[in-house]
Protein backbone atom coordinates (compact mmCIF):
# COMPACT_ATOMS: atom_id res chain seq x y z
CA UNK A 1 0.00 0.00 0.00
CA UNK A 2 1.47 3.46 -1.00
CA UNK A 3 0.85 5.76 1.13
CA UNK A 4 1.24 9.55 -0.16
CA UNK A 5 2.05 13.11 2.05
CA UNK A 6 -1.35 13.30 3.44
CA UNK A 7 -1.66 9.79 4.05
CA UNK A 8 1.42 10.14 6.06
CA UNK A 9 -0.03 13.17 8.06
CA UNK A 10 -3.03 11.13 8.78
CA UNK A 11 -1.07 8.28 9.97
CA UNK A 12 1.57 10.44 11.97
CA UNK A 13 -1.31 12.26 13.84
CA UNK A 14 -3.28 9.22 15.27
CA UNK A 15 0.35 7.70 16.25
CA UNK A 16 -0.08 10.27 19.21
CA UNK A 17 -3.29 10.70 19.76
CA UNK A 18 -5.23 7.98 17.87
CA UNK A 19 -8.92 9.36 19.06
CA UNK A 20 -8.64 12.57 17.68
CA UNK A 21 -11.78 13.71 16.23
CA UNK A 22 -12.03 13.85 12.48
CA UNK A 23 -12.36 18.03 13.06
CA UNK A 24 -9.41 18.12 14.33
CA UNK A 25 -7.22 15.59 12.25
CA UNK A 26 -8.56 17.81 9.07
CA UNK A 27 -7.66 20.58 10.54
CA UNK A 28 -4.11 18.67 11.17
CA UNK A 29 -3.74 17.51 7.77
CA UNK A 30 -5.54 20.65 5.85
CA UNK A 31 -8.58 18.47 4.43
CA UNK A 32 -11.78 18.68 4.58
CA UNK A 33 -13.46 16.49 7.28
CA UNK A 34 -15.11 14.46 4.84
CA UNK A 35 -11.92 13.66 2.94
CA UNK A 36 -9.96 13.23 6.45
CA UNK A 37 -12.45 10.24 7.22
CA UNK A 38 -12.29 8.64 3.99
CA UNK A 39 -8.66 8.89 4.20
CA UNK A 40 -8.96 7.27 7.65
CA UNK A 41 -11.13 4.47 7.11
CA UNK A 42 -9.48 3.66 4.15
CA UNK A 43 -5.81 3.19 5.98
CA UNK A 44 -7.98 0.77 9.12
CA UNK A 45 -9.86 -1.30 5.88
CA UNK A 46 -6.75 -2.30 4.62
CA UNK A 47 -5.26 -3.69 7.62
CA UNK A 48 -1.98 -1.51 7.45
CA UNK A 49 -2.71 0.43 10.18
CA UNK A 50 -4.87 -0.33 13.59
CA UNK A 51 -5.74 1.77 16.00
CA UNK A 52 -5.79 0.38 19.84
CA UNK A 53 -5.31 1.20 22.92
CA UNK A 54 -2.45 -0.11 24.55
CA UNK A 55 -2.99 -0.55 28.17
CA UNK A 56 0.22 -0.07 30.70
CA UNK A 57 1.69 -3.72 31.53
CA UNK A 58 1.54 -2.49 35.37
CA UNK A 59 -2.40 -2.37 35.10
CA UNK A 60 -2.64 -5.82 33.65
CA UNK A 61 -0.42 -7.05 35.84
CA UNK A 62 2.39 -7.72 33.50
CA UNK A 63 5.29 -7.19 35.70
CA UNK A 64 8.18 -9.24 33.89
CA UNK A 65 9.03 -9.24 30.11
CA UNK A 66 11.91 -10.63 28.31
CA UNK A 67 13.53 -10.87 25.25
CA UNK A 68 14.20 -14.66 23.53
CA UNK A 69 16.81 -15.48 20.90
CA UNK A 70 15.71 -18.80 19.68
CA UNK A 71 17.37 -21.53 17.62
CA UNK A 72 15.95 -24.19 15.51
CA UNK A 73 16.50 -27.37 13.95
CA UNK A 74 14.59 -27.51 10.86
CA UNK A 75 12.05 -24.65 9.84
CA UNK A 76 11.87 -21.66 11.56
CA UNK A 77 8.84 -20.08 10.65
CA UNK A 78 6.72 -23.19 12.27
CA UNK A 79 8.40 -22.23 15.44
CA UNK A 80 7.59 -18.66 15.22
CA UNK A 81 3.92 -19.14 14.49
CA UNK A 82 4.21 -21.49 17.69
CA UNK A 83 5.15 -19.09 19.48
CA UNK A 84 2.90 -16.27 18.63
CA UNK A 85 0.22 -18.34 19.58
CA UNK A 86 1.20 -18.32 22.92
CA UNK A 87 -1.26 -15.00 24.62
CA UNK A 88 2.69 -14.29 26.48
CA UNK A 89 4.05 -13.37 23.32
CA UNK A 90 3.15 -9.89 21.68
CA UNK A 91 6.42 -9.60 19.71
CA UNK A 92 7.52 -12.41 17.32
CA UNK A 93 9.53 -11.86 14.21
CA UNK A 94 11.76 -14.09 12.09
CA UNK A 95 15.08 -13.03 11.87
CA UNK A 96 18.99 -13.66 9.93
CA UNK A 97 21.88 -13.89 12.08
CA UNK A 98 22.80 -15.79 15.00
CA UNK A 99 19.61 -16.82 15.88
CA UNK A 100 15.93 -17.84 13.70
CA UNK A 101 13.29 -16.29 15.69
CA UNK A 102 13.31 -13.58 18.46
CA UNK A 103 10.30 -13.38 20.90
CA UNK A 104 8.61 -10.81 23.54
CA UNK A 105 7.02 -12.10 26.34
CA UNK A 106 5.55 -10.05 29.04
CA UNK A 107 3.57 -11.83 32.16
CA UNK A 108 2.12 -11.34 35.55
CA UNK A 109 5.72 -11.94 37.37
CA UNK A 110 8.65 -14.16 37.51
CA UNK A 111 7.19 -17.24 38.14
CA UNK A 112 5.18 -17.05 34.95
CA UNK A 113 8.04 -15.70 33.23
CA UNK A 114 9.67 -18.78 34.08
CA UNK A 115 7.15 -21.13 32.82
CA UNK A 116 6.62 -19.31 29.63
CA UNK A 117 10.11 -19.98 28.80
CA UNK A 118 10.03 -23.01 29.33
CA UNK A 119 7.08 -24.15 27.03
CA UNK A 120 9.05 -22.10 24.72
CA UNK A 121 12.20 -24.49 25.06
CA UNK A 122 9.48 -27.57 24.85
CA UNK A 123 7.93 -26.19 21.60
CA UNK A 124 9.05 -28.94 18.53
CA UNK A 125 11.71 -27.71 16.62
CA UNK A 126 13.05 -25.30 18.87
CA UNK A 127 16.55 -26.25 19.71
CA UNK A 128 18.35 -22.99 21.86
CA UNK A 129 16.69 -20.35 23.86
CA UNK A 130 18.68 -17.57 25.21
CA UNK A 131 16.55 -15.12 27.14
CA UNK A 132 17.42 -11.69 28.56
CA UNK A 133 15.57 -10.57 31.26
CA UNK A 134 13.96 -6.82 31.16
CA UNK A 135 14.62 -4.69 33.99
CA UNK A 136 13.22 -1.88 32.64
CA UNK A 137 11.79 -0.49 29.37
CA UNK A 138 13.64 2.91 28.31
CA UNK A 139 12.21 3.42 25.00
CA UNK A 140 9.00 2.17 23.64
CA UNK A 141 6.77 3.62 20.66
CA UNK A 142 3.92 1.52 22.42
CA UNK A 143 4.53 1.90 25.90
CA UNK A 144 3.64 5.05 28.69
CA UNK A 145 6.89 6.46 29.91
CA UNK A 146 5.49 7.04 33.49
CA UNK A 147 3.49 4.87 35.78
CA UNK A 148 -0.05 5.19 35.86
CA UNK A 149 -1.08 7.51 38.59
CA UNK A 150 -4.07 4.69 39.46
CA UNK A 151 -3.62 1.47 39.55
CA UNK A 152 -7.28 0.44 41.17
CA UNK A 153 -9.71 0.02 38.72
CA UNK A 154 -13.58 -1.05 38.81
CA UNK A 155 -15.16 -3.64 36.25
CA UNK A 156 -16.76 -0.63 33.94
CA UNK A 157 -13.27 1.03 33.78
CA UNK A 158 -12.10 -2.74 32.35
CA UNK A 159 -14.67 -3.28 30.28
CA UNK A 160 -14.07 0.42 28.48
CA UNK A 161 -10.59 -0.93 28.27
CA UNK A 162 -11.14 -3.86 26.54
CA UNK A 163 -13.24 -2.59 23.70
CA UNK A 164 -10.54 0.08 23.36
CA UNK A 165 -7.94 -2.71 22.84
CA UNK A 166 -10.14 -3.80 20.02
CA UNK A 167 -10.99 -0.74 18.61
CA UNK A 168 -9.36 2.32 19.44
CA UNK A 169 -11.76 4.66 17.63
CA UNK A 170 -15.26 3.16 18.78
CA UNK A 171 -17.14 6.45 19.40
CA UNK A 172 -18.69 7.06 22.97
CA UNK A 173 -22.19 6.13 21.97
CA UNK A 174 -20.85 3.29 20.78
CA UNK A 175 -19.08 2.52 23.84
CA UNK A 176 -21.36 3.69 25.78
CA UNK A 177 -24.33 0.98 24.73
CA UNK A 178 -21.19 -2.22 25.42
CA UNK A 179 -20.35 -1.22 28.51
CA UNK A 180 -23.51 0.17 30.23
CA UNK A 181 -23.17 3.33 30.86
CA UNK A 182 -24.45 7.04 29.31
CA UNK A 183 -22.07 8.42 26.43
CA UNK A 184 -21.66 11.36 28.92
CA UNK A 185 -20.22 9.01 31.54
CA UNK A 186 -18.23 6.85 29.45
CA UNK A 187 -16.73 10.19 27.99
CA UNK A 188 -15.78 11.52 31.63
CA UNK A 189 -14.86 7.76 32.64
CA UNK A 190 -12.67 6.84 29.51
CA UNK A 191 -11.07 10.64 29.79
CA UNK A 192 -9.60 10.00 32.93
CA UNK A 193 -8.54 6.71 32.14
CA UNK A 194 -6.06 7.80 29.42
CA UNK A 195 -5.34 10.73 31.27
CA UNK A 196 -4.55 9.36 34.44
CA UNK A 197 -1.52 7.15 32.08
CA UNK A 198 -4.01 4.10 32.25
CA UNK A 199 -3.74 3.60 28.85
CA UNK A 200 -2.75 5.13 25.47
CA UNK A 201 -4.74 5.27 22.26
CA UNK A 202 -2.18 4.96 19.16
CA UNK A 203 -2.20 3.77 15.55
CA UNK A 204 0.26 0.78 14.59
CA UNK A 205 1.71 0.86 11.59
CA UNK A 206 3.76 -1.13 9.43
CA UNK A 207 7.07 -0.01 9.56
CA UNK A 208 7.61 0.21 5.77
CA UNK A 209 4.66 2.12 5.11
CA UNK A 210 6.41 5.02 7.33
CA UNK A 211 9.45 4.69 4.97
CA UNK A 212 11.29 2.83 7.73
CA UNK A 213 11.22 -0.46 6.31
CA UNK A 214 14.54 -2.04 7.76
CA UNK A 215 14.34 -2.95 10.91
CA UNK A 216 17.61 -4.44 13.20
CA UNK A 217 17.75 -6.33 16.59
CA UNK A 218 20.58 -5.53 18.70
CA UNK A 219 22.06 -6.50 22.06
CA UNK A 220 24.74 -4.17 23.94
CA UNK A 221 27.23 -4.82 26.80
CA UNK A 222 29.21 -1.82 28.70
CA UNK A 223 31.63 -1.12 30.57
CA UNK A 224 30.72 0.15 34.20
CA UNK A 225 27.50 1.89 34.32
CA UNK A 226 24.67 0.92 31.86
CA UNK A 227 22.97 4.37 32.09
CA UNK A 228 24.95 6.61 30.30
CA UNK A 229 25.16 4.81 27.09
CA UNK A 230 21.35 3.51 27.49
CA UNK A 231 20.68 7.45 27.83
CA UNK A 232 23.15 8.21 24.69
CA UNK A 233 20.86 5.74 22.10
CA UNK A 234 17.68 6.52 23.37
CA UNK A 235 18.17 9.68 22.09
CA UNK A 236 18.84 8.39 18.65
CA UNK A 237 15.76 8.32 16.42
CA UNK A 238 16.29 5.32 14.72
CA UNK A 239 16.72 3.28 18.27
CA UNK A 240 13.06 2.96 18.58
CA UNK A 241 12.58 0.46 21.56
CA UNK A 242 15.42 0.32 23.96
CA UNK A 243 15.52 -1.82 26.96
CA UNK A 244 17.34 -2.67 30.06
CA UNK A 245 17.98 -6.14 31.12
CA UNK A 246 20.18 -8.95 32.62
CA UNK A 247 21.84 -11.53 31.12
CA UNK A 248 24.38 -11.61 28.29
CA UNK A 249 23.86 -8.15 27.46
CA UNK A 250 22.74 -5.02 29.48
CA UNK A 251 20.70 -3.40 26.70
CA UNK A 252 18.57 -4.70 24.24
CA UNK A 253 16.73 -2.64 21.33
CA UNK A 254 15.41 -2.05 17.49
CA UNK A 255 16.48 0.10 15.13
CA UNK A 256 13.69 1.61 12.35
CA UNK A 257 15.87 2.79 9.74
CA UNK A 258 15.31 3.72 6.06
CA UNK A 259 18.01 1.81 4.37
CA UNK A 260 20.61 -1.03 4.97
CA UNK A 261 23.17 1.79 5.13
CA UNK A 262 21.58 3.61 7.58
CA UNK A 263 21.27 0.31 9.73
CA UNK A 264 25.32 0.12 9.35
CA UNK A 265 25.75 3.52 10.21
CA UNK A 266 23.56 3.17 13.23
CA UNK A 267 25.74 0.08 14.51
CA UNK A 268 28.77 1.60 13.61
CA UNK A 269 28.12 4.80 15.68
CA UNK A 270 26.45 2.30 18.25
CA UNK A 271 30.30 0.56 18.45
CA UNK A 272 31.87 3.74 18.46
CA UNK A 273 29.95 5.08 21.89
CA UNK A 274 32.07 4.96 25.03
CA UNK A 275 31.15 2.86 27.38
CA UNK A 276 30.32 0.31 24.74
CA UNK A 277 32.17 -3.05 24.55
CA UNK A 278 30.46 -5.24 22.25
CA UNK A 279 27.09 -5.22 19.70
CA UNK A 280 25.54 -8.32 18.39
CA UNK A 281 23.22 -7.46 15.83
CA UNK A 282 20.06 -8.91 13.91
CA UNK A 283 17.99 -8.26 11.11
CA UNK A 284 14.60 -8.49 11.42
CA UNK A 285 12.82 -10.53 7.97
CA UNK A 286 9.53 -11.12 8.66
CA UNK A 287 7.28 -9.73 11.22
CA UNK A 288 5.42 -12.56 12.51
CA UNK A 289 3.25 -10.75 15.30
CA UNK A 290 3.32 -7.49 16.91
CA UNK A 291 -0.16 -7.09 19.26
CA UNK A 292 0.04 -5.38 22.79
CA UNK A 293 -3.85 -5.67 23.34
CA UNK A 294 -3.37 -8.17 25.96
CA UNK A 295 -6.33 -8.66 27.39
CA UNK A 296 -7.74 -8.02 30.89
CA UNK A 297 -6.65 -11.54 32.30
CA UNK A 298 -2.75 -11.21 33.25
CA UNK A 299 -1.60 -11.67 29.77
CA UNK A 300 -3.53 -14.82 28.98
CA UNK A 301 -6.02 -13.97 26.52
CA UNK A 302 -6.05 -14.97 22.93
CA UNK A 303 -3.73 -13.23 20.43
Known amino acids: MDLDRIDLAVVRELQNDGRLTYETLAQRVGLSRPATRARAQRLLDSGAVRVVAVVHPVIRGLTA ?33 QRAVMAELRTDGFDALDRAIERVRSLPGVSTVEPLISVRH ?127 ATLDDMRACTGVRGVESWVHLELIKERYDMGSTNGTAAP
Open 65 to 97: SAHLSIDTHGPAEPVARAIAAMPQAPFVTLTAG
Open 138 to 264: MKDPYLLAENPSVHELDDTDRKILDELEQDGRLPFADLAERVGLSPGATRSRTLRLLEDGVAKVLALVRPELLGLGYLCGFAVRVDGEREPVAATLAGWDRVSFLSACVGRAELVGTISAESLGAVR
